[in-house]
């Protein structure tokens, strides 16, 4: 199976939360990082979180980290429309990052 | 700084031509990735290079596909010859040392159509 799982798709109302969710299987990292890749453009890293942290919390952003049950999601607080992008969930493993397979998360007006 | 430059921006090709990429790190940085994004396998590592030493090529698919990293500031892809499923988005991403090599930072990309 795959080793970081995403959902390919998200939609969301202005205003309302976005939660984007990320499953994996093996993680031995110290990191775990969220990346966001806008229309036309490269990724870039949003933020990330000390494995040994259950959330952490950076403005409109909130990381949470469920290492029992292998679950790390962000969730977007007051949904803007310049979060449309593409986010990731990324891993080091073997000593390279591995991305999930990216949200799209899509804003309704 | 600039950030990472990649160019061309876009490249459009016929099969069986040579292409070549190309990407400028950010200064200081050591370590230099190819990544190559499509639909279908979302981003997939190519190649990283350490100090212009490459490090990790189990990802390039096959003997078309090539990289150097003649100096720090310069690193190229090249593709020969060119085939149509090698149509994607390849980014080139720089980090500043093993102690944050996790932490990327993407070029723009090149969008490639091989026709």
């Known amino acids: 199976g795959e080793d970081v799982e995403q959902s390919l798709f998200l939609s969301v109302r202005e205003g309302d939360s976005s939660v984007i969710n990320c499953t994996y299987t093996?993680?031995?990292?110290?990191?775990l990082y969220w990346y966001k890749q806008e229309p036309g453009a490269g990724l870039q890293l949003l933020t990330y979180i000390f494995s040994n942290m259950d959330m952490k919390q950076d403005q409109r952003l909130t990381v949470l980290l469920n290492k029992k049950d292998k679950h790390l999601s962000l969730r977007i607080a007051d949904t803007q429309t310049g979060d449309s992008a593409i986010y990731f969930c990324?891993?080091?493993?073997?000593?390279?990052?591995?991305f999930g397979t990216g949200t799209r998360l899509t804003i309704i007006p | 700084d600039a950030g990472v430059i990649q160019s061309p921006r876009h490249e459009v090709t016929e099969m069986g031509q040579e292409v070549t990429l190309r990407c400028k790190p950010i200064s200081g940085h050591d370590y230099l990735f190819w990544y190559r994004q499509t639909m279908m396998r979302g981003l997939e590592l190519l190649i990283y290079f350490n100090n212009n030493v490459p490090i990790d090529d189990s990802g390039m698919p096959e003997d078309r596909f090539s990289a150097k990293m003649p100096n720090a500031s310069f690193s190229t892809l090249k593709i020969q010859p060119s085939e149509p499923r090698d149509s994607a988005v390849y980014f080139c991403?720089?980090?500043?040392?093993?102690?944050?090599?996790?932490?990327?930072?993407f070029g723009s990309g090149t969008q490639l159509s091989v026709l």
């Open positions: 991403a720089s980090s500043q040392d093993s102690a944050t090599n996790e932490k990327l930072f």
């Open positions: 093996d993680s031995s990292s110290t990191y």
């Open positions: 990324a891993f080091p493993r073997e000593g390279k990052l591995t």
